[in-house]
């Protein structure tokens, strides 16, 4: 059990930096994961009978290896007026305690040990650590590294530094993963009211009915002004197996807890649940008026280029069914979708996602990196997409009936003068024959004016009138300029489109992988605890039982033993 914490903050570390590199999350997001707290004082040692840690905490000068020595009853501790005093941990443990794993990069000559045969202490170690509010930061290095691997902080204080700051924040930020007793020492000095104070100063850290105990350790304590033997017994009641033991799940259950809390908010990052509904019909409105826009800035340009490819001499469609054509067709489409085009195109599509991340607070780079990819494509196609366009409009010019007619009078135009030229012929060949045997047959000049005529008839009406119905090069071309334009815009629509969706599942799967994450139920309780044990924890941590706690113990307890239900 004691090894969940360190195994899910693996876990959401994982999760973290897939989701940092799809743009989820910021790059901060590992750093603040890694300060959290996952030791705990089982780690210190290699079996699992183990004694109970007890830390003595405090500011400078508050008299903790005073009662460090107190507690062996001898002077192991150097205690002295010297501000700070306590420069190394010193550990006093029964000698049949090894302590078989110091805290990561804890420096072994910070170490004193002094081993002890008190049977009474035989399941306590104490350990005296340095002030938290050292100016040297060193102490505050070798707190910050034994503080985890503490089951019980002994905090103490004086009456006239109950009232610190630092160790106010500190007793905050881990109230809920230790037990913790209350020393207020020096109280030779001391007044009720101060003691009254400190009370419902601690109230607000969640610890309702704590216990604190006043003590005076001087050298000539002031008779029943010191409850040290009471301080003493508590501790000695505590360190039994099955509190020890209940008191490492309640911590592991707490480590969890702030994991918890500190990767949630992680969760705001990948939006809403209904976030993605609306940014898809959003974008759709967005890009068509943008689309709209670009088509009006671009109908001037496309009148004049219409005009290029509908010339004559080596127009859109000759250059294009030329042996060059692959060439020609490039260097069009590169004229026609300028950069101002494509620069056109990339800031709708920034104003977008600027939009909407503001709007949605989803983050920009979750956005970009989704949608880049796949627009960056369809933007490519823009040019290619248009050509194709004016290529097929070219080689189809109006519409179909007119396409027809001109097609027919193409045709009557040879089969008319044919017919034409039919008819005078048979008239000539039968007035020769006939000419023989009668000579008024022959055909005057009247018939060869008319028959010139008619034959010039023939030709001229279709032909003019073929001229006259032929479709418009240059409209074709302009008309193949727009659709192509449109399509391509719908395109990037459509793909960008996509991208959203796929936007929208990635949250959704890292959403449900997260909670993967904290699926399976772990969870403790303080019910079993004797009395004094419950009045040391902090009302977040007795709350735990209540509230579940979910976490991944599948795959992390199958070699720990089970929680207490
Ligand atoms: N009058 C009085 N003096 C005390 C009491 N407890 C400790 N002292 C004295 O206060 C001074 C500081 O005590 P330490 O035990 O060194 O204090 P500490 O909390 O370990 O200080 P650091 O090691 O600097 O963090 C010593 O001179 C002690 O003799 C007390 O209850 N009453
Ligand atoms: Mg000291």
Not at 78 to 104: F, G, K, Q
Not at 387 to 413: C, D, I, M, W, Y
């Amino acid at each position: 059990m004691s090894e969940l914490p360190a195994a899910q903050q693996q876990a959401l570390a994982h999760w973290a930096s897939d989701a940092i590199t799809a743009g989820w999350l910021p790059e901060t997001t590992l750093d603040n994961l890694q300060d959290a707290v996952v030791a705990a004082p089982s780690h210190l040692f290699k079996t699992e009978s183990r004694p109970l840690v007890v830390g003595l905490f405090g500011g400078t000068g508050v008299g903790k290896s005073t009662l460090l020595n107190r507690f062996a009853g001898e002077a192991i501790a150097r205690a002295s007026a010297e501000r700070p005093t306590s420069r190394d941990i010193t550990v006093y443990v029964h000698r049949s305690i090894s302590v078989d794993n110091l805290p990561d990069n804890f420096p072994m000559h910070k170490m004193r040990t002094s081993l002890h045969g008190n049977e009474h202490y035989k399941h306590v170690m104490f350990i005296d650590m340095p002030d938290f509010d050292s100016v040297e930061s060193a102490n505050r290095d070798l707190v910050d590294a034994w503080l985890p691997h503490l089951d019980v902080v002994v905090y103490v204080v004086s009456p006239d530094r109950y009232r610190d700051d630092q160790g106010w924040r500190l007793l905050l930020t881990h109230a809920t993963q230790h037990a913790w007793l209350f020393v207020m020492n020096h109280w030779d000095r001391g007044e009720a009211q101060q003691l009254e104070d400190f009370r419902s100063q601690l109230a607000g850290a969640g610890l309702a009915d704590p216990m604190v105990f006043h003590t005076d350790s001087s050298a000539q304590p002031l008779a029943g002004a010191d409850q040290f033997d009471a301080l003493q017994q508590v501790i000695q009641d505590t360190a039994d197996h099955s509190v020890i033991k209940k008191l490492a799940d309640i911590g592991v259950v707490a480590r969890l807890k702030s994991l918890k809390v500190l990767s949630e908010p992680w969760l705001s990052n990948l939006g809403a649940e209904d976030t993605f509904a609306s940014l898809d019909s959003s974008w759709s409105s967005h890009w068509q008026k943008h689309s709209h826009t670009i088509e009006d800035s671009m109908a001037f340009k496309f009148s004049q280029f219409a005009e290029q490819f509908a010339e004559p001499k080596g127009s859109w469609l000759k250059r294009f069914r030329s042996d060059n054509a692959t060439a020609t067709k490039k260097t069009s489409a590169d004229t026609l979708i300028d950069s101002a085009v494509l620069s056109q195109l990339d800031n709708g599509l920034a104003d977008f996602i600027n939009q909407q991340s503001q709007s949605l607070s989803l983050p920009v780079a979750a956005i970009k990196q989704a949608v880049g990819e796949p627009y960056a494509r369809a933007r490519r196609d823009v040019g290619s997409t248009v050509s194709s366009h004016v290529e097929k409009s070219l080689a189809l010019p109006g519409n179909a009936l007119q396409r027809g007619l001109h097609k027919t009078l193409g045709v009557l135009s040879v089969l008319l003068p044919l017919a034409a030229m039919g008819w005078i012929a048979y008239r000539v060949v039968f007035a020769f024959a006939e000419g023989g045997s009668n000579p008024a047959a022959y055909l005057g000049s009247n018939f060869a004016v008319n028959g010139g005529l008619l034959l010039a008839l023939s030709w001229l009406l279709p032909t003019f009138l073929s001229s006259k119905t032929r479709p418009s090069q240059v409209r074709a071309a302009q008309r193949g300029l727009t659709l192509g334009l449109q399509a391509a815009l719908k395109n990037i629509e459509d793909t960008t489109s996509s991208a959203f969706s796929a936007l929208s599942s990635d949250s959704k799967e890292r959403r449900s992988s997260y909670n993967l994450l904290w699926q399976t139920l772990a969870t403790t309780d303080a019910e079993n605890l004797p009395e004094p044990v419950k009045r040391m924890l902090a009302s977040e941590v007795s709350g735990v039982s209540h509230r579940e706690l979910d976490v991944r113990a599948n795959t992390h307890t199958s070699t720990d033993s089970a929680p207490e239900s």
